[in-house]
């Protein structure tokens, strides 16, 4: 019997001029390595911003704050913030949420 996935959501941000693309295929290959499936995707070009001042950021925080998700699934802790009190708020939303917060790190994904 396969397990059941887990519903997730994902985020990715860059600098106005930053490549996303990478990124929002990197995401989707590890959810489906982690049998994670994804309800929503995210992205934000507001580069090292706060995270109050990342729209979809707070687009995909609110997903899991209802309950919709239960992993906030990004690439790098600095992705959220770069600043650690500002990730922390954020993890600790997710978790008085009952989710969690996975980042993938930048290693390729697994091989098919």
Known sequence: MPR??????TYASTTLH???DALQQRLPA???EHRLDVVASYADR?????PAEKP???????????????VLLTVTVSMI???????????????????????TGWSPPPAK
């Open 18 to 20: 930053g490549n996303l």
């Open 56 to 70: 979809h950021l707070q687009a995909a925080i609110d997903q899991v704050r209802e309950g919709r998700a239960k």
């Open 81 to 103: 913030s770069p600043v650690c009190a500002e990730y922390d708020a954020v993890l600790a939303d997710a978790r008085a949420a009952r989710g969690q917060l996975v980042c």
């Open 46 to 50: 507001e580069g090292q911003r706060e």
């Open 30 to 32: 590890y959810a489906r």
């Open 4 to 9: 059941a996935t887990i519903p997730a959501v």
